[in-house]
């Protein structure tokens, strides 16, 4: 731990250093104060023991000064530890003879080590101790100093220009190996910047990555929800589909609890508009606060308080995202947990027949998916209503006794009699229990004791809630009563008959439209067959005469007054 602390001391990058300038400093002027201190013990003379004292503070003076990221000063450490090799030379050794001078070399290498950006301080101290080495020659020559080996001066000479050439050798060579080290530094830095910006970029892509997976996850997320939304209404179509011969009340009901159910709604409401068109009546709901509306009758005035009152007069659709700010919005006390509401019309072409209403126990619970979704519904929904409405059997219980009234010499129906013959279009006149079953839509039984005459049984056929005919039975026994499981298999029967019935009369007008196509294309044909303009109108009128079964037709392009202007 203590390592790694010192060598990220050493090492760590800082502004306007160079990279291990901080380490070669330390080290290096360490390694020369260790140097000073042995000079220090292997002499005895005062002046030279002086002067290695004052080497070893200049050592400890640069290194503080290194270790503090300061390298003005380092060069006076090589200077001073010259000196002090002279010094020792002169007085306690050879002279100019002496070994000691080949110390030159380590302090121009320490020195060469301190001067990164500039030769000039050690060129300098290079020329310095030359300088020292060929005056101590010059003072043996000139008997300042012991000459006991013969200095002359072509040995003070040759030896200075030759410590010259090895210090500036020095010198070339650390200039060669700092512009190497240069190059390699700056092809580092590129090499970091580069892998900074690789990195960056990676970041960058990561975080687009991470961008574009979460918006496709969110993306899928809608997806999921919009399909399985979409399921839900198919298969709420399908279960629309599948109870269609249900009494209207009970379809509305189901369709209710289809949309609760499947869309998780708590509640769905079906409105129909009375046929004075001033209130919207509430026909079917699912949930427990609509069931009490139900049973108190509830209805909102159409165009007054309340968004189904909204819709039902204006058309449009209308969502509360808010219900506590919403100001259209009725606060209904049986559905108190209500926090946003969507209410939509359903249209019998442009003529609103009713609202479809769904509340939600979450606020902002619609959007305007959910609208298309529900709007989809809705058309569903009116088309089925459409269909009731619409019914030729969709009358009132008077108008269905009016009618049966005025269709009962051309009524089809049969009769069985006592001798197993069947006589069609023969109906009992003026039966009172003929008359009830038809105007309250209910099984009429009227057993021996009611003292009518033979015990009978009518049993309305009703298809869609509403009665189309009727099923009269009249007991040979006028002791007989009418037990539950008679009354139930007359009941069945009818049910089955009436559904028979309505398949028969949609295969019939299925036939009807397909021979009219039929007849549709042929006249086509036959026309488009010619180009000639008489020709024309002659296939024209006489196929529209044959598929029309007409005695005589007439076809005329243009008029008499058109004629006379011509003239």
Known sequence: MKNSKLREFLFKERPGEEYGQRAEAVVATTAGLVVSLLLTLM???????????????FAVFTLIQALRGSYKYLILFPAMAATSLCVAAVLEGDG??????????????????YSRKNGAPVLVLSVYMAVLFFGTGLAEINDILPNPYGTDLKYAAANSVFFLAILSAMIAAFHSYRTLLKVTAENRNEQIAANQRLAETNRALEEKVRARAHELNMANAQLEVKAARLQAVSEISQGIASNINRKPDELLTHITQLISEKLGYYHAGIFLLDENREYALLRAANSEGGQHMLARRHQLKIGGTGIVGYVSQSGRPRIALDTGADAVFFDNPDLPETRSEISLPLKHGHTVIGVLDVQSKEASAFNEEDLHILSALANQIASVLKDMLASPFDVTPGARIAQFSRRTASASGYTIRPDGSVVSNVLPEKNPALEKALASGETVVLSPASGDGLPTLTVPVKFRDHAIGLIHIESADPTKPWTEDEIALAQAIADRAALALENARLFEEATRRAEQEATIAHVTTQIGASTDFDRILQTTIRELGQALGASRSFIQIGTANAKEDQA
């Open 43 to 57: 002499f005895s003379h005062p002046i030279v023991l002086t002067a290695a004292a004052l080497t070893s503070l």
């Open 96 to 113: 100019s003879h002496d070994l000691i001078w080949a110390g030159v070399f380590g302090w121009s290498l320490l020195a060469n080590i």
